[in-house]
């Protein structure tokens, strides 16, 4: 909204004391003395980054090769419980003709990483492990001086996310949740298009992780489904809410200056295909025949702003259907949504549309692309194509070695990720008492509102 609106609402609206708080009803107590305010942090320049890894199965050893690609890195620890994985991602380095000797390998125990990071002393860390030990390793690296680069949800729990907010407020580090579809070609040119001014005055937006994953549950042992399957017995509500989230969260500027979160209110569906099928695909007592499947299929919530704007928000891993992430965002002179990419604005689009009624398409699409591509994409998009997720995994990894070694905010700070994992208990939380309504924490304690928008970067 314009600073005009923004204010005008502020004065005549009931939210205007809540909107000016300096803290929430849901929040921590007041950041004691020593502790820094982490909304536009800009760490000193790294020239020459030296990077450990806590696991490198398949995002671990992505990320590790992005990294190591890149001019002025150096990769010095990699831990894993597998050795047979950083073997890989050693061969992935000698590839790439990096030297391997000095490099620190730890493996075979639970807390070899710990190990890891008090030997090492790497300037990062990137974690990729399951969900469970994100927050507890992010914290570690944090009080052993590294900054913290974590893979999606930041951690599982509040309590988890507050204890990460006051440790990188303390130790003045970045933790930074690895959101990589905030750097998707479509998502930039929607932020593109809207920081413009073509989309007016914000109203809504429409976020979702619907994706069909079923064939995970045949990583029985290790692999990404000998963990997760587990979560659809001991969780209720939205489990990955933050693809979707990330981006629709950034146009709307919350958390920075313009808006916030505010409440949340979420319902599932029965839970009904995993136990389908276990019951079809694996043997009558098998260890998936024998969980409690608890969780609904499908997960739908909606967002309250303080600017009284609204965000619907699906999770849904189990449905036959295709991919998406819907990245829906509506304004007062059109609306943007993705899968297919669509739009449609009040004034119409050049010669393809008269009005709002028809969304543009086809050759219309493809010029609204030549029209709007974002800079970053456009200067990065070459060199990252082949990264992965369409390039945004390599967009994402240029963009935080460019932001450290200029010493630079990062495009996602603290406050946003953790806000963004908060969905998963406050769902829970809604769900378990039948659409309650819940208020969202204000990690920022009141400061958001003093936070720089996220600029369009060239």
């Given at each position: 909204m314009s600073k005009f609106d923004r204010r005008k609402f502020i004065k005549t609206t009931s939210l205007s004391a809540a909107f000016a708080s300096t803290t929430s009803l849901y929040s921590s107590n007041s950041r004691v003395s020593g502790q820094k305010y982490m909304g536009d942090f800009a760490a000193p320049k790294l020239k020459n980054i030296k990077a450990a890894f806590i696991g490198v199965g398949y995002r671990g050893k992505?990320?590790?090769?992005?990294?190591?690609?890149?001019?002025?890195?150096?990769?010095?620890?990699?831990?894993?419980?597998y050795e047979e994985n950083i073997e890989k991602s050693l061969k992935i380095l000698t590839d790439l003709n990096k030297p391997v000797e000095k490099i620190k390998t730890y493996w075979g125990g639970e807390n070899k990483w710990k190990t890891m990071l008090k030997e090492v002393k790497p300037d990062l860390v990137f974690i990729s492990t399951n969900w469970k030990n994100h927050g507890v390793m992010a914290v570690e690296t944090m009080k052993n001086n590294a900054h913290a680069f974590v893979e999606v949800p930041l951690a599982l729990s509040i309590n988890e996310l507050w204890e990460i907010v006051n440790t990188s407020e303390k130790y003045n580090k970045h933790c930074m949740m690895m959101e990589n579809v905030n750097y998707g070609r479509e998502e930039l040119m929607f932020l593109n298009i809207i920081r413009?001014?073509?989309?007016?005055?914000?109203?809504?937006?429409?976020?979702?992780?619907?994706?069909?994953?079923?064939?995970?549950?045949?990583?029985?042992?290790?692999?990404?489904?000998?963990?997760?399957?587990?979560?659809?017995?001991?969780?209720?509500?939205?489990?990955?809410?933050?693809?979707?989230?990330?981006?629709?969260?950034?146009?709307?500027?919350?958390l920075r200056s313009e808006d916030n979160f505010k409440t949340i209110v979420s319902f599932s569906t029965p839970a009904m295909g995993r136990?389908?099928?276990?019951?079809?695909?694996?043997?009558?007592?098998?260890?998936?025949?024998?969980?409690?499947?608890?969780?609904?299929?499908?997960?739908?919530?909606?967002?309250?702003?303080?600017?009284?704007?609204?965000?619907?928000?699906?999770?849904?891993?189990?449905?036959?259907?295709?991919?998406?992430?819907?990245?829906?965002?509506?304004?007062?002179?059109?609306?943007?949504?993705?899968?297919?990419?669509?739009?449609?604005?009040?004034?119409?689009?050049?010669?393809?549309?008269?009005?709002?009624?028809?969304?543009?398409?086809?050759?219309?699409?493809?010029?609204?692309?030549?029209?709007y591509d974002h800079p970053l994409y456009k200067r990065l998009n070459n060199k990252t194509k082949d990264s992965g997720h369409g390039g945004m995994d390599g967009i994402m990894m240029y963009r935080i070695v460019e932001c450290l070694q200029n010493g630079t905010p990062l495009d996602q700070n603290l406050?946003?990720?953790?806000?963004?994992?908060?969905?998963?208990?406050?769902?829970?939380?809604?769900?378990?008492?039948?659409?309650?309504?819940?208020?969202?924490?204000?990690f920022t304690r009141g400061n958001w509102v003093s936070t720089k928008p996220f600029d369009i970067i060239s």
């Open positions: 992505g990320h590790l090769k992005l990294f190591a690609s890149l001019s002025g890195t150096e990769v010095v620890a990699i831990s894993d419980l413009n001014g073509h989309l007016g005055d914000l109203l809504h937006a429409e976020a979702a992780y619907i994706h069909d994953l079923r064939f995970q549950m045949f990583e029985e042992e290790r692999g990404t489904g000998s963990w997760r399957t587990l979560q659809y017995e001991k969780k209720k509500g939205n489990l990955y809410p933050t693809h979707g989230l990330g981006p629709v969260s950034q146009y709307m500027n919350l136990k389908k099928f276990a019951n079809e695909n694996f043997s009558e007592n098998h260890k998936w025949n024998e969980l409690n499947y608890q969780n609904g299929d499908l997960n739908t919530s909606i967002i309250k702003t303080h600017l009284g704007r609204t965000i619907m928000v699906q999770w849904d891993e189990t449905s036959p259907r295709p991919y998406t992430r819907l990245n829906l965002i509506q304004g007062t002179k059109g609306i943007l949504a993705g899968g297919p990419t669509r739009a449609a604005f009040d004034s119409g689009f050049e010669n393809f549309t008269d009005g709002s009624h028809q969304w543009i398409k086809d050759d219309g699409i493809k010029r609204l692309y030549e029209k406050y946003e990720g953790c806000s963004w994992s908060a969905l998963i208990e406050l769902t829970s939380n809604s769900v378990n008492n039948n659409g309650e309504p819940q208020e969202f924490p204000d």
